[in-house]
């Protein structure tokens, strides 16, 4: 019998490349780097002898006096009296009520030596009397119209025979005569009136008559 031989079945595969190993890069050139060492900063060194800063002086302050020590009260001595206890000081007085003001008293009447009043004619023993004859102006108008009239006045003498006041008491007609008889008696001077021996002030009333037919010519 035949002899069984091994049969080995070889098989033609294509070989597949493995890529190429990766080159070793080329070595770094070699370069000289300067590395600076960083800079030493100074350090400031302290003062040996600081400054002082300006301090304005310090006020000075009065010495409190010293505190003087407590008296301390002598015993009393043997057999002295004891001290009378200081009397009570008295208490206030009350304040004095003000006094009322008395109401004032009505004035004194001022009596005066000089008769002051005004006597008519029936009270004085002698009438005034004037020192000059009195003729009053005829008024224009009334002669030209040869009207005739009269006006009654208000004396009021002093004791020195002076005329201190005068009115018109009436007239007629009126508005005519009034004027010429004021100016005629305004400035006369009379004899006083006199009572008891003294002159005195007089109230006198007077008449004056204008009559154009008796009147001069």
């Known amino acids: ?78 057999g002295a009296r004891p001290a009378d206890p200081a009397p009570a000081s008295p208490s206030p007085e009350p304040a004095a009520t003000p006094a009322a003001v008395p109401a004032p008293s009505p004035l004194a009447t001022i009596t005066s030596s000089v008769d002051l009043t005004y006597y008519s004619a029936r009270d004085v023993d ?11 102006d005829y008024p224009l108008m009334a002669d030209r119209q040869r009207l005739s009239g009269k006006v009654r006045l208000k004396l009021k003498l002093e004791a020195d025979g002076r005329v201190s006041d005068i009115e018109v008491v009436s007239a007629s007609p009126p508005d005519l005569f009034e004027a010429s008889a004021l100016k005629a008696f305004s400035d006369v001077r009379f004899a006083p009136a006199q009572r008891n021996g003294h002159p005195v002030r007089a109230l006198v009333l007077i008449e004056v008559v204008y009559d154009w037919e008796g009147r001069p010519r």
Request: zero cysteines; a negative charge.
């Open 126 to 136: 002698v009438h005034p009397r004037a020192l000059r004859e009195i003729v009053p």
């Open 1 to 78: 019998m035949p002899s069984e031989e091994s049969v080995i079945d070889a098989r033609l595969v294509p070989r597949q490349e493995s890529p190429p190993a990766e080159a070793d890069p080329p070595p770094a050139p070699d370069m000289d780097i300067a590395v600076q060492a960083p800079k030493e900063v100074p350090l400031l060194a302290p003062s040996v002898t600081a400054e002082p800063l300006p301090v304005a002086p310090p006020v000075p302050q009065p010495d409190a006096p010293p505190t003087p020590p407590p008296v301390q009260p002598e015993p009393p001595a043997a």
